[in-house]
């Protein structure tokens, strides 16, 4: 007590000033103790019943984690997707699209890039990369990425071009804006009210599955124990 003192005097006023505090706080401590004893009971049993719920929580956690299946395979997947495909509906457009980014200040050809795009295949898709990674600000060139309406006008100039019709006839597209040049190739799209694409939902089905099973898994242990 009292390290930070530069006087004895200090040191001992810390120490008063530290006892009088713990006075303060038993003395009231005992007060709303004895005016207030249905109260401190029932602090008691929500303290207990609070205890008892972590401990509880914790308990079926660690059965979960060293017990629960969580592999989900793509027969399940498809098997609950058909079954519910009616609870899946797009609250808005999305849209499949690959895209490059290229600057302006560089020139580049494009010729072999718009096959590239417009026909990808695993013959030239490591030729797009290869290309993307040389020369491209930023891109995406995978062909299996769902973007809604709000994603795609982050990084696309989406008020240069038609965005419904370009959705619409799965178009190709190259687009000049502020500095850039976007190549764009649209492979896919869902409207709002639709019927959502498996793979647009395929981890919500998969965190759905899953907690179906542990609420399956924690009925049969708790059965088992009561």
């Known amino acids: 007590v009292g390290s930070g003192a530069t006087t004895p005097e200090d040191s001992i006023q810390a120490v008063r000033n530290y006892i009088d505090s713990w006075v303060r706080h038993n003395l009231m401590l005992r007060y709303a103790q004895d005016n207030l004893p249905d109260e401190e009971k029932r602090l008691n049993d929500r303290l207990r019943d609070y205890k008892e719920s972590l401990l509880i929580y914790a308990y079926e956690n660690e059965l979960v984690t060293q017990k629960l299946d969580?592999?989900?395979?793509?027969?399940?997947?498809?098997?609950?997707?058909?079954?519910?495909k009616d609870v899946f509906k797009l609250k808005q457009d999305?849209?499949?699209?690959?895209?490059?980014?290229?600057?302006?200040?560089?020139?580049?050809?494009l010729d072999s890039v718009r096959v590239w795009m417009k026909s990808p295949n695993d013959f030239n898709r490591p030729k797009l990369l290869g290309f993307c990674k040389d020369h491209a600000a930023r891109y995406m060139v995978s062909d299996s990425i769902w973007y809604n309406k709000d994603d795609l006008s982050s990084f696309l100039p989406v008020n240069r071009f038609n965005l419904a019709s370009a959705l619409n006839s799965n178009s190709y597209l190259e687009v000049a804006d502020s500095g850039y040049g976007d190549v764009m190739k649209f492979d896919g799209y869902g409207m709002k009210g639709e019927d959502a694409p498996q793979d647009y939902i395929r981890n919500e089905i998969v965190s759905i599955i899953i907690n179906q099973r542990k609420i399956e898994f924690m009925t049969r242990i708790r059965k088992s124990i009561y």
């Open 94 to 109: 999305i849209a499949k699209v690959r895209y490059i980014v290229l600057p302006l200040t560089e020139s580049v050809k």
């Open 70 to 84: 969580t592999v989900v395979s793509d027969a399940a997947i498809e098997k609950y997707y058909s079954e519910n």
